[in-house]
């Protein structure tokens, strides 16, 4: 499988974990001084190879995602091969909570430790900056109010990452409901 294909794959599974909504999230890899990105306004669920957009490291391109910036002040912060954007709603429900995400489940503490959480900006050269500033306490960085950032050296990796991580925002959720 082809590094494109892997990242299709990558944008039907945030899907079916309900990561994504329409045209929301996006997905990257960085190699060889190149940044490969998913394309503004597209489906991660329908990904085609058209659907990404190549650029120089620093470069830019009209047609690629607005996050652009924000993957690439990763990319300079961690070194890491691959991003992934999500929309999970337990984890946006959760971030309004702590400034820090800590699991209560065995899983998600082993896979993901304590998660830090950013102020959101609309701005994304300042959203960059807030997660440039956490990105190495965890691979994984939770924008308050929007999602989540995930890092690895592998797509599935990156996704696992995710996929915990609103899984634990729900456990933690329910178990403050049902204890309150
Ligand atoms: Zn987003």
Partial sequence: MNLV????????EMVRYSLVA???GNIS??????IIIT?????LGSLSPEDFVKVDFHGSDPRASRDLVIHRTIYETIDTKFILHSHGIKTIVVSFLVDTFEPIDLEGRY????VPVVEGEYDVERLSKNI???????EVVVVKGHGA????DDPLEALARLVTLDQSCK???????LTK
């Fill in 5 to 12: 294909q892997q990242l299709i794959c990558c944008g039907k």
């Fill in 39 to 43: 394309r503004k306004g597209a489906f």
């Fill in 22 to 24: 329409g045209a929301s």
């Fill in 132 to 138: 440039a500033e956490k990105i190495s306490e965890s």
């Fill in 111 to 114: 896979v993901l430790g304590a």
């Fill in 171 to 177: 456990i933690f959720y329910d178990y403050m409901i």
């Fill in 149 to 152: 950032y995930a890092c690895g």
């Fill in 29 to 34: 890899a960085h190699r060889d001084q190149k």
